[in-house]
């Protein structure tokens, strides 16, 4: 039996910057909650269909934009002002605010490209507070992308075009002193990966990487699957993310 949820358009400030965020609440006097986030250039669109789902099986959900995050943001603040840290610290603004319903009995972190590695820096950061983390196509490889790209240029750029995304200099700097793989060795959380086989943006290397580094990971890998997920293994995802949760509560 599914069970009715109501959805709640919240905001969040950081220095004064507004972070929008939709909260889907179980009706229920207790419940987990999951946060995720968008990759880059994302908005919080993208995890609805997860947040239906984890909502209608009594999980609480929070989908956000960061701040800058992209062209389409509901948030504040600008694209090249960005970066993993300045979105790490977003995340836990949203977790502080979140935490202080009395409902909630535990926090995941699901973050999709480079909402995972964003998630990761967070899981690290507050180890006993993070339930369980799960990185969607998670996007680790940027770290090491970015520095060979650095290498065309005698100094880091005041702007960047990443992708589809322009980034300030701060985003390239923030990354560079990011020692992802190493942080992921602090969270002795469970973790789950899920990766696609045919996905031309995040490496198979880099992500077998962090399966080692994680002391506790799972590492599903879908085949024929490409960056994002937009295919028929879409509900299958969802399926797995559900069923992660539902196991820790």
Partial sequence: MKTKYNIVQKDFYR???????????????????????HGLGGVHEGSR?????LAQNGI?????DFI????????????????????????ETVIDELEKDERITRIFLAGKSQGAFVSTIVAARRPKKIAGLIGLYPGYILADAVEEEMRKFE????????????????YIKDLLKTPIYEMMKEYDGDVLLIHGDKDKLVTMESVEKARNCFPNCELI????AEHGFHGPEREEVIDMVLDFILKRI
């Fill in 60 to 64: 609480a959900v929070c989908i956000f």
């Fill in 155 to 170: 100094e880091i750029p005041d702007t960047y075009e990443l992708l589809w995304l322009k980034v300030g200099s701060i």
């Fill in 49 to 53: 269909d997860f947040a239906e789902v």
């Fill in 68 to 91: 800058g995050g992209s062209y389409q943001s509901k948030s504040d603040g600008k694209t090249t002002e960005m970066s993993v840290l300045s979105e790490a610290d977003d995340l």
């Fill in 221 to 224: 890998v879908l085949k024929g």
């Fill in 15 to 37: 220095d004064f910057k507004k972070i929008y965020g939709e909260v889907y609440y179980p009706e229920a006097d207790h419940f987990p909650l999951a946060i995720f986030s």
